[in-house]
Each structure stands twice: as structure tokens, then as C-alpha cells.
């Protein structure tokens, strides 16, 4: 009888079940003694991504090789997990450092409030995680199937108008949840978010766990939500009918971990591994979840109470703003689509010393703040920040763009996408000078969603269409995405065209609202009365029939 091959999601639970990566930092040390050749293959395709390391592609994506996977370089990325996104200036300096190193110089600010590098080698990753232990910081975790990066308000503390700090319970759940030996073998990554901010700016509604802040009477607590995630199939997170008091924090975020990781059945499919499917496939509600999340603590939470839900885009503390700190302020730097240089970072962190006390924030929209400045010196220190190129106030395109890695490293993305940011942004601020609305601009270079299209106002996710006998870059536009007040999925309005001709079709989309809005109506109000027939025709600007969004893929590649 012929032995039966083993699927994906079966040799992932085999080689979980075999090793614990963080147990094994000796084999790593011994890669790095004998060179890229040795390394073997299960560490290169998994054990690496406990240590926040992926492989690094070779330019080509998804389509440079097979089953929807690019071909890996010599090279290495490397993710560091900053709980919170609060960091100081010598530890910023220290990422900054390696980076100049071992990076090139590159800098990549990422989604979850953690730093991304690139052009590592083998010989460089033991050296870079010892420096990276030693300074506080780490990337364990920050990849693999574990709790991931746990994000808050970066501002938590410091915002005049939060609700409450929740600094202090996002980094200890951070350090409960990272690195415990009992839950290094979950289903699938796992996503936390805990935040006192009033306007979320931590995206809870996409987190497999999402706390945001709760008011009953004098007592400050917290709302639950459960199962948030985008990629392939999308799904806001649900609210459970529970208020959460702030002694009870670690154990619910503890227990709901424990309930993710005990589920069997969801190990079957990596495509459909992650808690959100539980909702999506299982038949789970949020009764049922609360009745088990109940059964594990031992006793029942109390209900929910009613929230105020932000009404907002942004959510990007971008600018210069007051802090609660009397005569202090932070600055919101706007970092287009994440990306930076080494010298950059080094030199937002030695103008942190000078003007503040030495601290900065990252953010989930791909920004870096400066925080505790003497409101006297906030527009000097602006000044040198615009200098470095890095702007506090910026363009509705500029500010609201969000990209992926694309296929410039990531070895599953279909398309570029950090360049053709850069480049559709240049090319709407000069056809669309003065644009006054808050836009969500976000682009992703595959289905899987890690520049979050489903969530923006103009989503564009990555695929090849064949033009001119070549298979070349092209988008798939989404509308209408949003959190918070008015949350909802972005929808896919039928629409696909070649890269090269994305700006005049987001020209005629954005011209088309400024002809036909009505008083007062902003950008995300205009697309839900707007039919996916008329914002098809102004984006081709032509009647057009609807193409599907994705077509069977051919040998793991999504081609139209």
C-alpha cells in the first residue's frame, strides 16, 4: 500500500508536536556556523517563524515559483515584536543600527506596531537576536503559530482623551502569552489587541482578541471581541455580552488563548485554522463562546454595558497633538506605507532625546510618534522631521496609504506593492491637488490581505493579468471597507486593471464624488449609496460587466 502524503496542515502539527523552536536556539547558532546550505528545510518553512525570521523571496513572488510559493533567497526578514508599539530611543537606535549593518539600510514599519528588516544572513541572525534580547526587545514570536505582536494605543498614558491606560495590561498579557512554552502549538497565529484609546486605533475589530475600553457607573472595564481576521475570508470580530474588570483581564486573555488552542478540529486546514472560523464554519455564537470562555474561568462575567463606538477613518494620531501632561505634546510622524531607512530611524531617535525624554510609539498604520515634547518646540522639532522626510501633516493620499510587503521580499505575494504606493500617492496628490477627504488608500499584494483591503475606503488587492502575451502586475478594487461606528467589509465592485492604469481609474473614482456628493457627504457615505454598477463605470470610466474577483487559482497562482 502506497504511504499517503502528508498535507500542509498535517506536517505543520507533525513538526509542532516534534520541537518547541524556542527551545532551540542552539540550532540556529550551529546554521549560522556552517552557513545558508545547512540549513534545513522544516526550520526554513517553519521553526524559523517562531523567531519572527521568514526567508526572503527573490523579487518574482508567488509566480517565481510553485504551489503559490515564490523561491527563497540566500536572505533572510525579520520581524521584532514592540508590545504596544512603545519603544525608547535606544532601543529604535539599536533596531536602526542593525538595520545600517546587516539590512541595507531598510526599514519597514508594519501593521501590528512591529519593525520589520530585510537582507539578513544566516550568519548575522544569532549576533542580531542576542543584541535585540539583551536591549529588551525580541523577535520571538512575532511570526509562527503563536500569540503574535500584542498592540495597544501607543499614545496609552499620554492621550488626553483616552479612556483608560491600558499600557500596563497589553504588556503583561505580552508577557504572559509570548514565549510560553504552554502555548507555543496554537491552530494558527493568534492577534491580541487591548486599548483604553477612545477612538481604537489598535483595530480590535480585527483581532482574535479585541479589548476596548467599557464605562459602568465610576468603574472603568472592559468590552470583549472574539475572532476578528481578514485574509481570504474576512470577519469582524464579535462582541460577547461581557463587561471585563480590570482584575479579570489576564485571565480572560489567558483563557480565550486556551480555548483557541484546544481546538482540534480547527488543525485540520491551515486555510481554515484561525479562531474566526469557528464562526465562519463551526456553528459557534457568542453565547455559546461566552458559555465556554465562562466554564473556563470558573465563574460568570458580568453583561456588557452599552459602548461608544468611534466614528472615524484614520484612527492614525497623525499630527501634532496635546497630551493630558500639562505644556506636552506628541507628534505623529506620517511614514508613507511604512518604509524607512536606518538613518532615518537613528535620526528620529536622537531628535526624540533632544526634544522629548527619549520615547517613541509605532502604530498599526505604519506611523512612528514622538512623544513628551514641550508644546514650545513642537513646531521646530516638525520642521526637522519634514526635513528627514518624514512629514506630521501630509495629503489625504499620503496619510491614509497602507501597504503590504509585496513581492519585493514576501515570497507569497503576487504583485509589488511599497513602490506602486509610493508611486500612485505622487501621481493623486498632483491630479487631485486639495482632495479634502480622509481616505483609507490600502494596497495588498495577494488575498491574504496583510495590507488590510477589507478595511479600507478604496481597497486593491494584488493579481496577474495576462497583457501582451505577459503575465503583468495588476489590482482588484474593493469599496467601502470601515470600523468602528459604521463597520462593515469592503465590497468588491467587479473591477481589475493593469497597475500602470490604477491612477487614472482612482482619478475618475474620486472626480466622480466630488461631482456628485451631496452636502456634508463624506467619501464612505457616498460608496454605500452608490450601486457597484455606477463605481464600476466611473472607475473604467465605461458601462462595464462585472469581473469575479478571483478565479480558480492555476497551479496556486491567481491569474485573470
Known amino acids: ?25 542552539d540550532e540556529i547558532r550551529a546554521f549560522a556556523a556552517e552557513g545558508r546550505e545547512s540549513v534545513l528545510p522544516e526550520w526554513a518553512s517553519a521553526y524559523f517563524k517562531w523567531w519572527g525570521v521568514y526567508t526572503q523571496g527573490d523579487g518574482a513572488g508567488a509566480l517565481g515559483g510553485k504551489g503559490g510559493e515564490g523561491k527563497a533567497t540566500e536572505y533572510f526578514m525579520l520581524r521584532i515584536a514592540i508590545p504596544n508599539g512603545v519603544a525608547s530611543s535606544e532601543q529604535i537606535e539599536l533596531i536602526a543600527d542593525i538595520a545600517r549593518k546587516h539590512g541595507r539600510d531598510l526599514v519597514d514599519i508594519t501593521v501590528r506596531q512591529a519593525i520589520q528588516l530585510h537582507w539578513l544572513t544566516i550568519e548575522d541572525l544569532p549576533e542580531i537576536i542576542e543584541r535585540l534580547d539583551a536591549a529588551g526587545l525580541s523577535p520571538r514570536g512575532a511570526c509562527g503559530d503563536v500569540v503574535r505582536n500584542v498592540t495597544g494605543c501607543p499614545l496609552a498614558g499620554l492621550d488626553a482623551d483616552e479612556v483608560i491606560d491600558a499600557a500596563p495590561f497589553a504588556l503583561a498579557a505580552a508577557g504572559d502569552l509570548n514565549g510560553n512554552p504552554e502555548l507555543y502549538n496554537l491552530p494558527r497565529k493568534f492577534k491580541v489587541s487591548i486599548t483604553g484609546c477612545s477612538v481604537w486605533c489598535s483595530y480590535p475589530e480585527i483581532n482574535d482578541i479585541g479589548l476596548t475600553p467599557a464605562v459602568r457607573g465610576n468603574e472603568v472595564g472592559f ?103 500639562p505644556g506636552l505634546c506628541y507628534l505623529g510622524l506620517s511614514v508613507l506605507r511604512g518604509r524607512m531607512t536606518g538613518t532615518q530611524l537613528s535620526a528620529v531617535a536622537a531628535l526624540a532625546k533632544r526634544y522629548g525624554n527619549g520615547q517613541l510609539r509605532t502604530t498599526v498604520m505604519q506611523n512612528l510618534l514622538v512623544v513628551n515634547v514641550p508644546a514650545n518646540q513642537a513646531q521646530e522639532l516638525a520642521r526637522e522631521l519634514e526635513a528627514l522626510g518624514l512629514p506630521v501633516q501630509g495629503s489625504s493620499f499620503w496619510r491614509g496609504a497602507i501597504a503590504c510587503t509585496g513581492s519585493e521580499f514576501c515570497k507569497l505575494a503576487i504583485t509589488e506593492t511599497k513602490g506602486f504606493t509610493r508611486w500612485i500617492v505622487d501621481e493623486l496628490e498632483e491630479r487631485l491637488p486639495g482632495f479634502d477627504q480622509q481616505l483609507k488608500l490600502h494596497v495588498t499584494g495577494c488575498p491574504n490581505s496583510c495590507g488590510q483591503h477589507w478595511i479600507a ?29 459604521h463597520q462593515q467589509i469592503a465590497r468588491p ?15 475618475r473614482l474620486l472626480t466622480g464624488y466630488l461631482q456628485a456628493r451631496r452636502p456634508g457627504e463624506n467619501l464612505r457615505a457616498y460608496f454605500a449609496r452608490s450601486s457597484d454598477e455606477q463605481l464600476r463605470e466611473q472607475l473604467a470610466g465605461a458601462a462595464l460587466e462585472a469581473v469575479p474577483r478571483d478565479p480558480a487559482p492555476v497551479g496556486g497562482r491567481h491569474v485573470e
Open 1 to 25: 500500500m502506497a504511504d499517503v502524503k502528508e498535507t500542509k496542515a498535517q506536517r505543520m502539527e507533525r513538526l509542532k508536536r516534534e520541537k518547541n523552536p524556542w527551545e532551540a536556539m
Open 223 to 325: 468590552s470583549v471581541r472574539v475572532g476578528g481576521g481578514l485574509s481570504a475570508d474576512p470577519h469582524l470580530a464579535v462582541r460577547l455580552n461581557a463587561f471585563v474588570q480590570q482584575h479579570q483581564v489576564a485571565a480572560v486573555v489567558r483563557k480565550i488563548t486556551e480555548l483557541f488552542r484546544d481546538q482540534q478540529g480547527l488543525r485540520e486546514s491551515r486555510d481554515r485554522a484561525r479562531m474566526k472560523h469557528l464562526f465562519l464554519r463551526e456553528g459557534w455564537t457568542a453565547e455559546t463562546f461566552l458559555a465556554d470562555l465562562n466554564r473556563r474561568l470558573g465563574y460568570q462575567l458580568d453583561p456588557s454595558v452599552e459602548e461608544k463606538i468611534p466614528d472615524d477613518i484614520n484612527r492614525d494620531h497623525v499630527g501634532i497633538h496635546r497630551q493630558k501632561q
Open 457 to 485: 475606503d478604496i481597497g486593491m488587492e494584488g493579481k496577474k493579468i495576462k497583457h501582451q502575451g505577459k503575465l503583468e502586475d495588476a489590482y482588484y478594487f474593493c469599496v467601502g471597507g470601515a470600523v468602528g461606528l
Open 493 to 507: 465592485v467587479g473591477y481589475r486593471c493593469l497597475a500602470t492604469e490604477v491612477p487614472d481609474a482612482l482619478e
